[in-house]
């Protein structure tokens, strides 16, 4: 059974790097055709993709946060990693991180991020 687990800081102050993990059980984020996301939901709003990691390292960026977006991974932890840097009060959102396994979508319950002074 795949799951994910997000974890980090529930509270980020303005201007400073958000970073958040996911980390992966019942599958390797390095299987080939394999691929990782994250998304955010903003309070009142829909889901946002910002961006996926695939099982070879390439990365593939929302073009809105694409300039403050990077994802990586550490491959001997089976984690990857979400960095958001200059946040505003606007990035506050519940944070998740997804696995795209063929046909099938495994999500992680999510983690609320909040961007205030």
């Known amino acids: 059974q795949v799951q994910l687990q997000e974890s980090g800081p529930g509270l980020v102050k303005p201007s400073q790097t958000l970073s958040l993990t996911c980390t992966v059980s019942?599958?390797?984020?390095?299987?080939?055709?394999?691929?990782w996301t994250w998304i955010r939901q903003p309070p009142g709003k829909g889901l946002e993709w910002m961006g996926d990691?695939?099982?070879?390292?390439?990365?593939d960026y929302s073009p809105s946060l694409k300039s403050r977006t990077s994802i990586s991974r550490d491959t001997s932890k089976n984690q990857f990693t979400l960095q958001l840097s200059s946040v505003t009060p606007e990035d506050t959102a519940v944070y998740y991180c997804?696995?795209?396994?063929?046909?099938?979508?495994?999500w992680g319950q999510g983690t609320q991020v909040t961007v205030s002074s």
């Open positions: 990691i695939g099982y070879s390292g390439f990365t």
């Open positions: 997804k696995a795209n396994i063929r046909f099938y979508e495994y």
């Open positions: 019942g599958a390797s984020i390095t299987t080939n055709d394999y691929y």
